[in-house]
């Protein structure tokens, strides 16, 4: 149920602004949806964060990770936005907010784990990454690590990120 909803997220973005190759336009999609993307440096291990209230949203990034990582977590968030309603933060009114810190990365929360896999659908969606990997196996690419490489390359992603998209898609065993 759970992975069908975030396959649905990732569709209806993907269809809404005709991305057919990569790497996919995320702080594009981001702004064109009304989320004011910021940037500014972050001590400590959070990546960024997605606040709501009933006046705006705002995808806010740790300026200090790399651009990649940047990207990832703009999707991450977005999957926050399209999926969850976030927790509430009570300044001198109520907002919503999710952060993405190493509890994100951790894979025990529910709704980290859903926009995690958000963000991999978003990036790397599976239907191009199968094309991408049927095309350099053609070309002959040596190994494992050459192919991650070259995916993360066209993805734009992380080879970590691409690693586990490859293994989460059947195309390697962990």
Not at 10 to 38: C, D, F
Not at 106 to 129: G, Q, R, S
Not at 145 to 162: G, H, K, R, T
Request: avoid cysteine; aromatic fraction near 6%.
């Amino acid at each position: 149920m759970a992975d069908r909803k975030v396959q649905r997220g990732v569709a209806e973005l993907l269809t809404k602004y005709g991305i057919h190759t990569s790497p996919t336009p995320v702080e594009p999609i981001a702004r064109s949806e009304g989320i004011q993307v910021v940037r500014a440096p972050a001590s400590g291990s959070e990546s960024g964060f997605l606040l709501r209230d009933a006046e705006r949203v705002v995808i806010g990034i740790n300026s200090q990770t790399s651009r990649r990582r940047q990207r990832f977590t703009i999707a991450h968030e977005l999957g926050h936005w399209k999926l969850h309603d976030g927790r509430p933060l009570i300044v001198d009114h109520t907002i919503r907010i999710n952060k993405r810190d190493q509890v994100s990365s951790a894979a025990t929360d529910y709704e980290e784990i859903e926009a995690n896999a958000f963000a991999a659908a978003l990036l790397m969606p599976a239907e191009l990454v199968q094309a991408a990997v049927d095309r350099e196996q053609k070309t002959g690419i040596e190994s494992r690590d050459d192919l991650i490489q070259a995916l993360a390359e066209e993805f734009d992603v992380s080879s970590e990120a691409m690693g586990y998209r490859l293994i989460n898609l059947g195309v390697f065993t962990s």
